[in-house]
């Protein structure tokens, strides 16, 4: 039977991006600024940052919440990017290289990703962000210690002064916005990368092809009740691994598009950035921590850059202080997260106090 | 052939056309500098003088050269040909010389602009 329809329910699902349409509603008057400013920078952060807020979806589906692991694939990312800039390469061939690189080593990680979080059950996301700390330390000791004194660096512009360890930020001259200007179109004075989006469009097929597998049943069953899964000759633990691998590889080429629109990296931040502000982006989507579609990340990028363009300005206009805007801002979207967790934890514990009252129902 | 043994094949197979295509695409990929030099060279027994009215043509923009000058084109690929275009101050007649320039793996190259005009088999400085 189809299920009825209620606007009181449907209101409370979509509370969030509700909530941030209105705040939009109102902010984008104040800022003063023009509409196709604010939509020629929606399209350029749209295809900057959809892939890696897509890399969240898989692991929601597999029941393992926000995956803040998702850093360890931006950090392969940036790897196979510092190499190919190492190598003097450009181009599209760089940027695919760099993909070869990455592919291997964002396995590699999200294989132990995985397993660590196996050992965790229900405690996924505080683990994975722990892991993302402690491989950060090890991605600095690769990137500070052993490139240049290990591991061959022979370009010396991206060596420290002392001879090893790459410099702070580099630049990408030969491969800044190679996808983005390969296939592009003018519409409206606006440059609309065509390519870029139809990379995001493939991998958004591969996830909505993948649901429909063998896999991708299991995973949607492993997110559903382990136990039952488990029953039922599902290997849950292998799933879930695979469910990590899946999105730190999908992070991994997300990074990889995103610097290249960039055209800079911050070698020892990029990633870090990326994990707290693609759960943000997703959340303000209107997606949760048990439930995560690819239309929520795309409400989720379009809205909260648009937070990010219009609040300073929306500030300044309004209070006469840009900062107080941004601070707003930050407030707003990364309150998200808490509030999120929050809600996921008080279902959960919810979810476990009328198991524990049936269990007791079922002894008595 | 056994499940296990095929599946281990296919794998070993993917990862040497992945590690294959790699190779083939640092290959086309890259990078190198040219350094362009316009002053005398000698070499083999014969001196050659820097050239007047040079105009170079690399895959950037037209460059014009006067002597003693030393320019920087960078090229993209395993080759790359460039263009020498001399003009005559005297008759205002001009000429055209193309080099084609393999460059594989190399990131840099040093090379005399009168040496190659010249026709000389080994153009290059030794850093």
Redesign the interface.
Known sequence: MKPKYSLKGALISNLVPIVFLMFAAFAVPMSGLSIPYLLHEMISRLARDSLLVLSLVIPVLAGMGLNFGMVLGAMAGQIGMVLVVD????????L??AA??G?PISIGLGYFCGYILNLAKGREMVTSYIIGFFMNGAYQFLLLYCMGSIIPI?NPELLLSRGYGIRNSMDLP?IRQVLDRLVSVEVFGMDIPILTFAVIAVFCLLIVWFKTTKIGQDMRAVGRNRAVANGAGIPVEKTRILAIIISTLIACYGQIVSLQNLGTINTYNSHEQVGIFSIAALLVGGATAENASIANVFVGVFLFHLMFVVSPMAGKNLIGDAQLGEYFRVFVSYGIIAVSLLLHAWKKRHEMLERRLLENDGKE | MNVKLRRNLLRVALCLIAVAGGFLLSFIGMYHSIILDNSEFSGAGAVLPPLEGLRVVSEAEPVEMSPGDRILVSAKGPSTTLVFEITSPETQQSREISYTLHMGFKKQFFLSVPAIVGGEKDPFFVE
Do not use: D, E, K
Request: proline share 7%; charged share 0%; glycine share 20%.
């Open positions: 190598w003097g390469l450009g181009g599209m061939p760089a695919l290289v070869l690189l592919t022979t030969n």
